[in-house]
């Protein structure tokens, strides 16, 4: 167990629709990041918080966005949501500094979109 | 843009026998990890690599580090069942953490008895 906690663990949704993907990081951790994992893309990273603010963008669609919370949990939201949105969220946090740049990845959000 | 290789990206292998994954990546960088990924779960950390000449061994695994030549390699020691998973290596491009980690495509790896 990593300290990652993700919810919900599954999704099922329909073309067009909006969901929530929800991310507490470890305890003290500052720092999330989101990606996604599918068959085709592999692993790719989406976008990073730290302490509330924007810090990263990576491979993520304009239909996506995110926020990090004052608590510092952290939501992934994405919406008009296409077939080829179907994969494995993850959400992975780190303390900056202390192991380099050493994540640590929650259980995931499958999200399977029909 | 950086790139990480991993080759082979599929291993089926002997219990007993020995093995090396490589992992190859583009651009200049002294921060790299593996993970291991079971079917249907997520990505635990195996190794972190901090420097060029970095080794660090766990059990019937080894990680080390060539910055100079952008490789890094896992060995795998007289394989067991237990070690069949997916691996995957990470490079970290920025210095300072403001990025997310660029992983390679991954190592599915079978262990036979």
């Known amino acids: 167990d990593s300290g990652v906690t993700q919810t919900p663990k599954h999704l099922i949704t329909a073309t067009g629709q909006r969901v929530t993907l929800r991310c507490s990081p470890r305890?003290?951790?500052?720092?999330v990041y989101w990606y996604q994992q599918s068959l085709d893309q592999g692993l790719q990273f989406l976008i990073q918080?730290?302490?509330?603010?924007?810090?990263a963008k990576g491979n993520i669609l304009e239909r996506f966005s995110a926020q990090q919370f004052p608590d510092l949990h952290s939501e992934l939201n994405l919406s008009s949501l296409e077939l080829g949105d179907s994969a494995l969220y993850f959400c992975?946090?780190?303390?900056?500094?202390?192991?380099?740049?050493?994540?640590?990845f929650g259980p995931g959000t499958r999200l399977t979109v029909l | 843009e950086l790139k990480v290789e991993q080759n082979p990206l599929f291993l089926s292998m002997q219990e007993g026998k020995n093995y090396t994954i490589y992992c190859n990546y583009s651009?200049?960088?002294?921060?790299l990890y593996w993970y291991r990924q079971d079917p249907g779960k997520s990505l635990e950390s195996l190794f972190v690599l901090l420097s060029n000449g970095a080794v660090k061994q766990e059990g019937r695994l080894m990680a080390s580090l060539d910055t100079k030549a952008r490789l890094s390699t896992l060995h795998i020691t007289a394989a067991v069942h237990d070690l069949s998973a997916t691996y995957f290596c990470?490079?970290?491009?920025?210095?300072?953490?403001?990025?997310?980690?660029?992983f390679g495509k991954g190592t599915h790896l079978i262990i036979q008895p």
């Open positions: 305890s003290g951790d500052l720092s």
């Open positions: 651009t200049t960088s002294d921060r």
């Open positions: 918080y730290y302490n509330g603010e924007e810090r």
């Open positions: 990470a490079v970290d491009s920025s210095g300072g953490g403001a990025d997310g980690l660029t």
């Open positions: 992975a946090s780190t303390t900056l500094g202390l192991q380099g740049n050493e994540q640590f």
